[in-house]
């Protein structure tokens, strides 16, 4: 392999080179700017790489530390197309984690002859390196619940929480109330009693707004195994956003409880994270008490622990509590007490195109 045939995954800027000049020849700053004619800012700047050496620059450059002003000029081409290089190669990178054909697929982003622009556009970055700072982590981003038997992407979960964003910013909302979204309680359970999801969703939706909540129902692109999430939008609006991915009324009300306990009960301010792998935590704990009582309220809750979970039973808490039957099915397989794969026959499913056509 040839000099020529070595690409670092770096990029030397020429600053570093006048550095090491000025180090070697003992030239402080104030003096290098002096020499320079120009400000301490500008030469900061021009060592940190913000202005680039040109035919002027480099004449002085040579007067100031020596050598040529076409070494400066050369120096600092390479490292202009060394910048290049590193950016196009991270941008291939980075489409290959975006889950482009679903975010086309959903409408979220546009096909296009430039999807890298596109996709940094539907983030509202600048570049690539902005967005590895932005989405560093997204499980500091938002709260969630995800499935651990699904192999999670985080560009993925990215994009979802991103969209959904995108959807709370345009839903009108008064100012955020914490106090009467909790008030509002009795009023989210009894939406649980309304089968058709075109009928509660919006009304759910409604009744949220008016307490400073955007409620977004969302489907999720490949790669993001997640049920809700959580977070603040701004100051004065909060966004509960949850994808229905099951399909089912016990675990989309379970979840929706689950992400309103964070809002109630934790800072929602600050980020964590919710996955069916850290439900030991404090926080998950707390969230999956508040949402077993918002399902079945405290004075059921021994007898749906000790009750026999049979198809009586069920039927009879269920009147009891007025829930129901699949939400009391839910909760007995959230505790282990009723196996998965029984009495699944009492929960409402839902239609895929029912789920999402009343959120577009």
Excluded at 139 to 163: C, G, Q
Excluded at 327 to 355: A, C, M, P
Aim: contains cysteine; hydrophobic residues 35%; glycine residues 4%.
């Amino acid at each position: 392999m040839s000099n020529n045939d070595f690409q670092p995954n770096w990029a030397s800027m020429p600053g570093d080179t006048i550095s090491d000049v000025l180090k070697a020849k003992k030239i402080s700053l104030s003096l290098f700017a002096e020499k320079m004619e120009s400000s301490i800012d500008t030469v900061r700047s021009l060592l940190h790489g913000y202005i680039s050496i040109n035919e002027e620059v480099a004449q002085k450059l040579e007067y100031v530390l020596g050598s040529t002003a076409q070494f400066w000029i050369n120096r600092e081409k390479q490292y202009r197309e060394s910048i290049d290089r590193l950016r196009k190669s991270e941008e291939q990178k980075w489409l290959s984690e975006i889950p482009v054909s679903d975010l086309i697929g959903f409408g979220w982003i546009k096909e296009s002859q430039n999807i890298i622009e596109e996709c940094l556009t539907f983030f509202n970055v600048p570049d690539v390196w902005t967005w590895r700072k932005k989405y560093s982590d997204v499980t500091t981003y938002a709260a969630f619940r995800k499935s651990s038997a699904i192999k999670s992407n985080p560009a993925a979960i990215a994009a979802w929480l991103r969209e959904a964003e995108r959807k709370g910013d345009s839903i009108e909302c008064n100012r955020l109330d914490i106090e009467k979204f909790k008030n509002h309680l009795p009023s989210f359970r009894s939406l649980m009693k309304k089968k058709d999801p075109k009928v509660f969703v919006p009304e759910l939706q409604k009744l949220c707004a008016e307490c400073g909540v955007a409620v977004v129902v969302l489907k999720t692109p490949a790669g993001c195994p997640v049920s809700g999430a959580a977070k603040l939008l701004n100051a004065h609006k909060a966004l509960i956003v949850l994808s229905f991915r099951y399909r089912s009324d016990d675990h989309f009300w379970f979840t929706f409880f689950h992400e309103a306990a964070h809002l109630i009960l934790h800072n929602y301010k600050e980020a964590f994270i919710d996955t069916e792998d850290d439900d030991e935590t404090t926080e998950e704990k707390e969230a999956n008490e508040f949402s077993e009582l918002s399902l079945i309220p405290k004075q059921f809750q021994n007898r749906l622990r000790t009750m026999k979970p049979n198809q009586h039973e069920v039927k009879n808490l269920s009147k009891d509590a007025d829930v129901p039957l699949g939400i009391v099915v839910g909760q007995l397989q959230h505790l282990n007490r009723l196996d998965k794969k029984y009495l699944n026959g009492f929960k409402r499913r839902y239609d895929i195109s029912d789920i999402y056509e009343v959120s577009q």
